[in-house]
């Protein structure tokens, strides 16, 4: 499969025999590289992409959910082609940003206060940095197999490149072994930080009295609860938290919420982010350049104001949900151990079969199997992330799950015998 994704992609090979000298690998998202080289995409619309080779797919990862609106939306492209005439940089305050604000803060009640960032990475960073100053403590308890950003990454021995907090990591969906790490480390505590379910983690959903446990034991200790929406914020209008009735002491967002430009937004008690307000003496810096990037800002308002109801958004989820229940029996019925966990519009592949609720659940996942369905499914025009991670976008309709799913049926046939 791999021989012959590369006798079909000469372009790409090319342009990224380009990219190697200056960029390491070639790269500069970790998450899109793959061996032996990534398709070059040099156009999208709708839930379509093109490469440079010509090759028409299935976007079936959706900028790992930052592309919930599809390509090149026609609301989204007049609202930047509008801001784009006025003027980039203007060096100002703006209309927008309180404009957006307020939208999030309605879907997001317990935003009370929020402020805008460049990604969900900073946006993280700024909650944790908000966290440790108000609770005057260092440790922050994470969960393997979480991701909140490149420098926030606990998957299978961590990273050297984390930035330096005192990090207590427990297991996901493990109230016990929670109240044991809350208990050797409770006072020390200024934050729990956790994604309603592992994103890039493998699509693992927090089990609901787990994540109210969390609430709980935060409230226990005085550290604040840090719900990572950046992925989840789209299962509801309101997010995972509005589903699950939980109130955040701070909630960190990304991803769509800027249109599909870069975006991130941390907020929550008024209280605590009161402490950014700079009409107050020795008021925290959060500056930025680009927090309110006009073009973002607009992107981002157009979705949320033309394309994003609740109606739509609920569908879309429910759309998810339905393909997932088809394709997980559909591979049941092909007798091969491969499944699909998730919520809603995301969704990931495992090569695993049994419950699995932890990053310790997945260890054993065989990445070749992994391998081999990418290619398969690239091979028929169909693109998810290398790691099996699918999320849907609005123009991702129900011909499109079909075609989805033939594609996926057809790629455990082809490869018979080969899955494990
Ligand atoms: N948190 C979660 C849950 C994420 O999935 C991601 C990105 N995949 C981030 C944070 C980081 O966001 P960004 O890539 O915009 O920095």
Redesign the pocket.
Known sequence: AIEQYRRSHPASERLHQQALGVLPGGNTRS?LFFDPFPPYMVRGEGCHLWDADGHRYLDALGE???GLYGHSDPAIRAAVSEALHSGLSLSSHTEREGLLARELQRRFPSMELLRFTN??????LMALATATAVTERRKVLVFKG?????V?AFGQGGSPVNVPYEWVVARYNDLEDVRAQVAAHGKDLAAILV?PML??GGCIPGEPHFLQGLRALADEKGALLIL?????SRLSFGGRQSQLGIRPDLT?L??YFGGGL???AFGGRADLMARYDPRRPQAWQHAGTFNNNVLTMAAGLAGLKHLLTAERLDALNRRGDALRTKLNKMLEAQGVPLQLTGLGSLMQLHPLAGPLRSADDLVAADDRVKALMFFELLGRSVYMARRGFIALSLPFGDAECMRLEHAMGEAVNARRGLWP
Do not use: P, Q, R
């Open positions: 998450v790992y959910t930052a990604s969900g990475t900073e946006a993280n979480a991701y909140h950003g490149g926030l994604e994103g890039s990572d929406e950046v992925m989840t960190t990304g991803k870069s975006f991130g």
